[in-house]
């Protein structure tokens, strides 16, 4: 083994490599760090279309069928109850990162 040189052993078809990232035979990746990175961002973006393929349940399937409702009263209604929902929300994730950046 020469001074500087790394060899590295493809885990796919066991060939031994010299400074190189991708196997020369077989093109697999040599990089650990990186075969790890790319199977969580697969599983991230296959987690993401699962929940995006999500049908909404009963009561968000209400809640938006109201906002929708011929009636301009009980649109309006709906639209209130949306607009001080995301009010709460908005505040409550404010204090959790004032809290988090408290702590760290």
Request: some cysteine.
């Amino acid at each position: 083994m020469s001074k500087g040189q790394v060899h590295i052993r493809c885990s796919s078809c066991g060939t031994f490599n010299v400074d190189v990232e991708i196997c020369a035979t077989c093109g697999h990746s040599l990089n650990v760090i990186r075969q790890r990175e790319q199977v969580r961002k697969a599983a991230e973006r296959e987690r993401i279309a699962k929940v995006l393929a999500e049908e909404p349940n009963l009561i968000e399937k209400f809640l938006l069928k109201m906002t929708e409702h011929p009636w301009l009263v009980v649109r309006l209604f709906f639209k209130v109850i949306y607009g001080v929902w995301f009010a709460v929300m908005a505040i409550a994730m404010f204090l959790a990162w004032l809290i988090g950046m408290i702590v760290a």
